[in-house]
């Protein structure tokens, strides 16, 4: 193989070829409410992590629906759990549910 | 013998205002150009937010024109002022002389195929929501192996300078939502996305319809418009849009793409536009007066509106619309003439 | 509502490419940086049309602007007639003119991309130039074409091109005067300008990178950090 | 008085020596099995407490007042307090004056453990023994209390609301077997007694039925049928009670001394926890107070069926409880045996937590957090300056920072701002998820910033916050004061110069700062002076949980309006013109339902500030 | 796909294209890596169709990769065009065609910007003027050189020596047409077919026997991406692209590729080599490429031209499997001949993909 001094990239498109999701379809058993997400942002204005961090709980929410969780699963470790978002939620998603129950269906990487 | 009054455009504004006319004491002469009166409802299959049936809605009144004088597959020839009447040629040779026309032309349906980028008529596993009516109406579905996962465009035609059509059409976000759950019912196993710019659920239960397909259905909103529709050497499409919130390209294969088309103005506007000597707007729909204040009546004296012909409307906004315009048209006739 | 977003706005095609943006994500959708890159055309338009003066600048002394390959794509898919690509081309212009090109590590490939383009320009008359065309530079050239470079003469006498020959045909020698007519439109509408803006800015940047000027355009041609692409940390 | 039986002993005692050994048997393992349990510091801290003399008082006075008497009963309903005290304490009398006579008249009897019990059987009256009427009265008149007891139990077990109770709890078989028996050993006491009162003396009640029994039943062997029923009946309860919620009757005992030793819940069936599983009389209290209740799917959640399946190992059950839960305190505040209702779930919540969550938390991005105005000069000791933190939730109701600020100023206090850039959250909401290490790690953070401040008083407008500062925080040289006490104090030195508006108000007691921190009075007596309070129907200790708590993790948005609008139809109950609660959290869960205005405690003062 | 669905399109497309009278301007990329197009498209049109096309030695590069690689300001690529504008009027031509994709993507995109802003052309006029005295009418009609090939499609393939046909079997050959993004991405009326499906070459291919294949990547960018190639630590993004079309089209069988822009054609020839150099892949059939034409070339071998006159021995990818499946007859060994015959030592051999 020759050296060229560049190469192939991956690429970033979310390619949905194969849509089934059964991480995010458990997280729905257990926390049915975000299906419910219309990605307002209003958890993300408000959370007092936000102010710090770049937690965005909407960001989450999405990333998981695509499969991307370890893009967002560290924003999570930066959760107070002070319940704004939920105080906030337009939809009245139990976020606070919602965070503590991704938790228990995803995995953080250990080599963070 | 009551006075006349020509409606041109049989669809539910035409037929409601001719019904309204009635019941006032004139005698309403519609023209429809095509052979079926109802317009694009005689076409659908359901009707949002509760999914009722649109014959149910259509039946009751077309099987109520008695005392309407009404002509199907015909035109209007020629529109002529006679000191303060209109005197319309119609194309079966019929001609009337009427001191008031109501306009109720409706819209068009945006041709998908405009957009060439989504492959209307190029692919075969791209539909438009009048399409998927037919299917839904007719119960013969189009024959293609495992549907498993289904897209929906949203604005098609719509919002879209391209394409020649900047407003919003109301009513397609609404009508996919919709769609995409009875789609889901039909295909229980399938993923179900719809690709929005914004969810305009503007209406009473519009909004708990969506949160039913989110919650019940599991359909998948995508805040992005799609860019383009490709095809696969097995006929499946790839679908490429921007996943926006998320900040991602995103590629998805599809069994079936429904394009919302939205609304377009009528094509014979400005033909008869130029007739009575009306304007259209830039975005080719009548003008009325004004569009809060007196949306029925045109510049024109005797020459009203009602329904989509001003830009797209619900239903029941078309309806009310057009007992509103007969109102309008009762009052214009009751005012003595000016001589 | 800043100064450097009117400086921007000047430009032909922030005027030509920014009517209004609604977000929609069809230029990201197709765009082949997008893919590779940690890039998003949408994210650059809508912060161009914010008008925040400090995000713009972000923007002029990052490397995002540097991404887009003007394939111009996007412009295709715009539903507001708006054009992301010509957007880029005007913050590229202007992060140039301001000096800010040289705060990124793909914005200082200004200096080596201009040195040759200028060069081949004003020198030849062609932006590409197989004198200029070095095998060394070109390895995806292939072996056919270190055999070309190889037999450079040869080669092109044998398919006919007019290398560096009086007269018309490919790859002539154009003649004297209409490359002094390059190098006066050049000092007449800016290019030699920005060759000094660049010179200089690169000067100042490489020495407080502490590189000579040759170790800081060998760097910015062949060096890449691992910030760019999506899979890297 | 004389032995009849010379032999002092009969068969029918059988039944319950084997009863009262089992019992006794499986109480001490039991006891040696939750010391074990206990670690190694609170064992110490136990055994400190017992020899410790005013705790010795306590527990003695506790065990007498709480098990025998049941003062608390009695306040809350006269009835079942009657109820409760006159069968425990009617049933201790009876043996203590079976002891008494035993040690009076026979004393070499006294180690046979059914003498006492049975102590009619075996002895007989003589004319001589003049005292023993004394006693035979007693026996009787205790006898007479217990049975009007039972028969108060008996109609409360099939017409509940008689005694004010609107749930009970459903019973489990072995419930049921120790019920009846329970029913059953008083009565045939009576007639057993009555049978050998006779020869053996009687009083009020026995000579009565002595004379029924002579009359009819006359049989000699009659009398040793219904002796050998009472030992049944009595063994019998005996031998189910470890199964029974009637454990409650020896565990209360440890109870009470392991509770007033400060013993902490540090698991969910162990030690500690263990005690006060078993201390459940599964009365039912719990189910009426638990706010949720309003909902009859949740009536299952209460706090005794908490007990109910921790100790049926029922893991599935338990965690849906303790994670519903909205840890408002009021089961806990009302319960007879002041189970630690609370305390339980969140170990329940830990120890899930511990074991589940695959996210571990990061809250190095704290470290950054700009201090507040550090004191560049150390702070004179008389000066009181003001450290205001008003909380995550308070960004989401500006009206309670403006106001405080509005009287802090007109009060002329100096004070600062700790989180006007955004705050770090107290803690205790992670607390309440169950991540205790986490929310340590945030209590640090917040007790570096505040003490580095060099502020004298730390004010906290939110009850959720204040309990957390209170509990967990241990500031040094930093006093913790919620405003509704800061303000009324200011109200008390004249500080603050207030006008009365005369406006009708209700205040509501946030769970937290009532239950909690034992907050009543001081925002009621700075209300008093700005307007004039009603009452709701239920406040202070009992006052219902707004619905809004953070405390619960599971609980719907669309489940906790009925909690609301029941706690509002509680404090409107007497139509005040507006709600004045004192804790961001009931102010916005009250504004999204309630008829009247709802108000924060400051913005009342402030808007009435002369 | 449904064929007629495109021809509607197509149909709606059609630009105007005069027969004759040309000013031809030359690409810098097209004459360095392939001159021997330019040539054969200046005597296809001169001495088979007759056609007037002149050139002037004057003419230089329109600035466009220098403007794409913000090497030079806009004003100054837009004042180096209106030379070249200059030189055609100065020839009493009307009628401008170029040979680069870029550069007709740039006119369109000058002259669209001059007509909607007229202070911006009298300032290029007047820039003009300074630096070199000239003045300059702006081109009646502007055309790519594939247009006219377009235009001229049937009169070629009525002279054709070879069709795009499978000689073997009589099948017609899958070719996959490239467009460069700057024909009609930006102004889709100004490109025969539109920017969707454009049928430039689509067109030629049909004319010529050949049967266009549509895969899902069609439309997306070869990677050339200016500074994205020419900056050595970009490439990365250039060949990730290309790869991207391969991958897509890989399942479709393609027997060859046909490309309208210049820059198009060498790299997606050149990443099939570094592809195959890095990963080992290989897209074309018996561990050879999918061979990449310019128009011209294509045109070339219809008319029955010697393949090492149209300078395909100048491709890393092997055409010798594509000219054996026309029937088109070769000699091997003049493939590395010089001008006079001499033999010219052959280039190595790459590792991972085959080559004759």
Redesign the interface.
Known sequence: MIDFGYGLTPSSTLKIENVANPAFEELRQREP?VAKCIACGSCTA?C??G???EMSLRRVILSLQRGREKET??M?????????C???CPR???T??LI?S???V???EEDR | MSQNVVVIGGGPAGIEASRRLRDLGYTPILIEKTPVLGGHLARWDRLFPEGIEARTVLDPMVADLDGIKYFTETEVSSINRLKDTWVVKLSNGLSAQVRAILLTTGFDLFKAEKKEEYGYGIYERVITNADLEDWFKSGAAPQFDAVNVIGFVHCVGSRDEKAGNRQCSKVCCVTAVKQACEIKEKFPDATVYCFYMDLRMFGRKYEDLYLKAQKDYGIRFVRGRVSEVSEDNDGHLFVKAEDTLFGKPLKIKMDLLVLMAGMAPAADNHQLARMVNIQTGEDGFYLPQSIIGSPCTSSREGIFFAGAATGPKTLPETLSEAASAALAIDRYLKTPQKK | MGKIYDRLAQDYRIKEGLKACISCGTCTAICPAAEFYRYNPKKIVSIVQSRDDDAIIELLKGDQIWYCGECLSCVTRCPRKNAPGLVVMALRALSIELGYFAESEKGRQQLPLMHAMQRNVLNYGYCVYPETFAYEKHPEYGTVGKWVKDNQKAVYERLGAHLGQIGPGALRKIPQESLDELKAIFDVTGATRWMEIVEEKSQEKAREMGLTMEEYEAQAFNQTSRCHLNDED | MRERILAAYDPFVLPFVFGMTFVLAYCLIALVKVLLQLNAADRRKFALSLITPTTIVKNIRDIFCDCLLHVKLWKRNPVLGYMHSSIAFGWFMIIVIGHIETILYIPERLHRLYYPIFYRYFMEEQNTTLQGSFFFFLMDFFLLIILSGITIAIIKRFRSRIVGMRRTTKLTLTDRIGLYSLWAIFPLRWIAEGFTAGVAGGSFMTVPINWILHNFMSKPENITVAWWLYSIALGTFMTVLPFTRYMHIPSEILLVPMRNAGLPVRHTRKGFALTMLYSCPSCGVCIDACPMGVQKKNVKDATVYMVRNLKRRNQKRSLEIA?KCLMCGKCAALCQVQMDACGLRLAYRTAQ?KK????????S??A??EPIAPAVEPVALDDEKVLYYAG??S??TPVISRSVQKVLQSAGVRYELMDK?????C?R??ML?G?QEEAQQ?IAQNRKLIEASGARILLVSCAICYRIFKEHYALSGVQVWHYTEYFSRLIREGKLQLRNSHQTLVYHDPCDLGRGCGIYDAPRAALRTVGQLVPALKERKESICCG?S?GS??????DREPITRNAIDNLTANNPEAIVTACP?CL?TFGRFAPVPVFDFAQVLADNLE | MIYQGKQRIWSEYQKEIPTDHWFYVRSCIRQSFFPASEKTFLEILRDRLGKDVYETPHHTTCGGIAYHSEAIPQETVMTIIARQFALMTEAGYENYVCSCITSFGLYSEVIEDWREFPELLAKIRENLWKATRREFKIPTYLAHASDLIYKFRNQIAEQAKFRLVNKATGEPLRVVEHIGCHYSKMFPSKGVGGAEYPYVLAGMVESWGGEVIDYPERRHCCGFGFRQYLVKANRGYSVSNTHKKFESMEPFKPDMIITNCPGCPYFLDRWQYVIAEQTGKTYGENGYGIPVFTYEEVAGLVLGYNPWDLGLQTHQVAVEPLLDKMGIPYKPEDKYKGPRGELLQRPDFPMNIKCC
């Open positions: 409410d408000s007092s992590a102010v710090f961090t699963l560290p999570l470790q930066h959760c107070m759990l002070c319940g704004k939920l105080l906030v009245g998603i139990n606070r549910h503590l991704i938790g228990k995803y995995k953080m | 994670e937590e589940t969550n695959q996210i571990p938390a990061d809250f991005y704290l950054a957090v995550c939730m960004s989401l850039d955004g705050s770090i959250c803690g909401p992670l998820a991540r945030l809004g953070v993790l599971t609980l719907r948005y669309e959290l916005k």
